[in-house]
């Protein structure tokens, strides 16, 4: 490239066409990356001060060059700038404040003018070589596409693409798939970035997508939407679930999955390194959907938990291993699959649970309502939890209860709501005694037992309210329970790990209240702001 700047007409047009045909480019850019270097060479034969300006034809290959100079009275910049009569021998006509043409003979160009424009031009091509690379990818994420492995970088194998390079990061990777260089591969495009180093186009055959769109291309009922993935999940390189659902009721799409003599899926299985693939019927009831997806396993019962997002499952005590599966795999599978966390549990732990928790209730409508534990396992029995549902439940539903009539609801009721009161109260104290301004009482959605427990974790004033945002609010913790292999007893086999949540997490506050309680808080800054000002006014005028 160090010739274009001294080369003949036809030779600068040559290599312009060369350059933009091996870089599927615009002509019109190398010719303009061709200017701007003549320009910058020319400059420093001239003069960096002078305004010098280069046109190459892209047709004849002509050059011109010339200076761009402004006619004054009186004359500063002599690089810039030339008197009326100066200009007139330049071009006749002209008048003060134009801006006229001074052509410039063509320059011979040095070695080093040489190598200077030849980074100029490599630098504009390249730049507009990344601008075409990131234009053809930028829509293309979700897509499978097939490159050739060119390197192995510490750990990340860099792919071509043919007219780019994506890369497969480690964790992207299938563990312990070897990556050959020359070798094809097939990945699924993630993302599309635009960096300073040029577009980052990042693979992965690790994504629960790569397996979908790999499906699509072996299971023609899917490519034609007949068959549909509705979710995927995987642990690659040792095992996937994936539930489908058939829009044809006369297709099995779960057959059709797995093909004649399983060939379809075996295809998919070789592409993923032998990964072994649930392929589960979907279905809209919650319930009957993980029962599947926990497969082989049996289940005896499913309870789901919708508010906290959360299913319990019960199984026979000779199922809990093949349920949770090895290293707790099957069931994390399950999980991310149905989106909801899932605890299994046996029918000896399900039934002390159930036990223990009737005990608790019952023990506690026994001493806040002032009654018999007959009467109290009465109400745990209909289903009632908590105070609150039996003081403000429609009073036929307790009066309904077999045993009960209206003049016993109506007595359960005003001494749950007496009960609620003591509450509130003690839990106002409480909340004094932390510090906690009554300022915060007067916000939306919140209780005393809320107001202490932000006492607790050091939110004491409306400042220290209004600084949180709403997830740090009201985020609710998330428990992962991971088991080990085999049956051991309880005590041993289970390990709750709790993720930091919001403050309020544990009251199941919505996110559009957390937004209200937050915005409530600020309210008083914008309050503040007119009474700065006024201050501020009263101080100038003084």
Not at 274 to 284: A, F, L, T
Not at 395 to 424: H, P
Not at 466 to 479: F, G, M, P, S, Y
Request: some cysteine; proline content about 3%.
């Amino acid at each position: 490239m160090a010739s274009p700047i001294s080369a003949n007409r036809a030779e600068l047009l040559a290599i312009a066409t060369s350059v933009a045909t091996e870089k599927m480019i615009d002509k019109s850019i190398v010719i303009e990356a061709m200017e701007e270097a003549i320009q910058k060479s020319a400059r420093s034969r001239y003069g960096a001060e002078n305004d010098i300006r280069a046109k190459l034809d892209p047709r004849t290959g002509d050059l011109r060059l010339w200076r761009v100079v402004e006619v004054v009275e009186e004359v500063e910049d002599y690089f810039k700038q030339v008197d009326l009569k100066a200009a007139e021998k330049l071009q006749p006509g002209a008048k003060i404040g134009d801006f006229i043409v001074d052509p410039l003979p063509a320059v011979e160009l040095g070695r080093i003018d040489a190598q200077s424009a030849k980074q100029v031009i490599f630098q504009k091509v390249r730049d507009a070589e990344r601008e075409r690379q990131y234009e053809e990818f930028k829509d293309r994420g979700g897509e499978l596409i097939t490159g050739v492995i060119k390197s192995v970088e510490f750990g990340h194998v860099i792919v071509n693409l043919g007219r780019a390079e994506g890369v497969i990061r480690r964790d992207q990777q299938i563990p312990r798939e070897a990556a050959r260089v020359g070798e094809r591969v097939r990945a699924y495009i993630m993302k599309v970035e635009r960096q300073n180093r040029g577009p980052q186009i990042f693979l992965s055959r690790a994504h629960p997508e790569f397996m979908k769109l790999l499906f699509a291309q072996e299971v023609p009922e899917i490519y034609d939407n007949i068959i549909e993935i509705k979710a995927a999940a995987r642990d690659p390189g040792s095992r996937a679930k994936i539930g489908v659902i058939s829009r044809d009721s006369s297709i099995d799409p779960v057959g059709a999955c797995v093909g004649m003599k399983g060939s379809r899926v075996q295809a998919v299985v070789q592409e993923l390194q032998g990964e072994k693939i649930d392929i589960i019927p979907w279905s809209e009831d919650t319930a009957t959907f993980v029962v599947n997806a926990l497969q082989p396993a049996t289940v005896s019962r499913v309870v789901i938990d919708e508010e906290e997002s959360r299913i319990e499952v019960v199984v026979p005590d000779d199922q809990l291993s093949l349920a949770i599966g090895r290293r707790g795999q099957n069931v994390r599978l399950a999980s991310q699959l149905t989106g909801s966390q899932i605890d299994i549990l046996t029918d000896a732990e399900s039934s002390e649970k159930r036990q223990r928790e009737f005990s608790e209730r019952s023990k506690m409508f026994e001493e806040e309502l002032d009654v018999d534990e007959t009467l109290s396992q009465l109400l745990v029995a209909e289903g009632f939890t908590e105070l609150e549902e039996v003081a403000y439940i429609e009073l036929s539903e307790i009066a309904n209860i077999e045993g009960f009539d209206e003049e016993l609801g109506a007595e359960l009721q005003s001494r749950a709501v007496e009960a609620l009161e003591r509450r509130e109260e003690a839990n106002r104290e409480a909340r004094r005694a932390l510090g906690v301004d009554d300022a915060l009482a007067e916000m939306p959605h919140l209780n005393e037992a809320m107001l202490v427990t932000l006492g607790k974790a050091g939110i004491k004033t409306l400042d220290d309210l209004a600084d949180l945002a709403t997830d740090e609010l009201i985020a609710k913790k998330r428990v992962e329970q991971r088991r080990r292999e085999g049956s051991a007893p309880p005590q041993r086999r289970d390990k709750r790990e709790e993720d930091k949540g919001g403050v309020l997490g544990e009251y199941g506050l919505t996110e559009d209240q957390g937004n209200e309680i937050i915005m409530a808080a600020r309210a008083h800054w914008f309050d503040e702001e007119p009474e700065l000002e006024e201050a501020a006014d009263a101080d100038s005028s003084q």
